[in-house]
C-alpha cells in the first residue's frame, strides 16, 4: 500500500494511470481500455496470490473470503488513485491505510 502510495503522488497531476487511464470508454480507445482493464486484472491476480501466500505461510487465518479481500484492496488502491488525483495530501492518504488494514482478520 505504501508503494502505491508513492505512485499515486509521484507527479503533480497525482493518480495512476493503470487505474485512471481511460475513465470513459469510447469506441477510438478500445485497445487501450482493453490493456488497462487487462493491467487491473492482473493486479487482483497479485493481490489474491500475496493472500494466498499469507494463508499458506499462516499469517492470516484459513477461513477468510481471499476473493472478496483481494477485491476490497483492488478498491482501496483505486480509492487512493481518485483522491490523489485530487489533491488529497500523501498523509490523508496514508490515513486510509490503517483503516484498511483493519480488514484483515487476525
Do not use: W
Not at 19 to 30: K, R
Request: charged share 20%; glycine share 8%.
Amino acid at each position: 500500500m505504501l508503494q502505491k502510495l508513492d505512485v499515486a503522488t509521484s507527479n503533480q497531476a497525482g493518480g495512476c494511470l493503470l487505474i485512471l487511464g481511460v475513465v470513459n470508454n469510447s469506441q477510438e480507445n478500445e485497445d487501450v481500455y482493453a490493456y488497462l482493464k487487462t493491467m487491473r486484472k492482473n493486479t487482483l491476480a497479485l493481490i489474491q496470490s500475496r493472500i494466498e501466500k499469507g494463508v499458506k505461510e499462516g499469517e492470516l487465518p484459513n477461513n477468510i473470503h481471499i476473493g472478496k479481500l483481494s477485491s476490497y484492496f483492488l478498491g482501496i488502491m483505486q480509492a487512493i488513485s481518485l483522491q490523489a488525483r485530487d489533491g488529497v495530501s500523501k498523509e490523508e492518504l496514508m490515513g486510509l491505510i490503517e483503516p484498511a488494514m483493519a480488514a484483515i482478520p487476525s
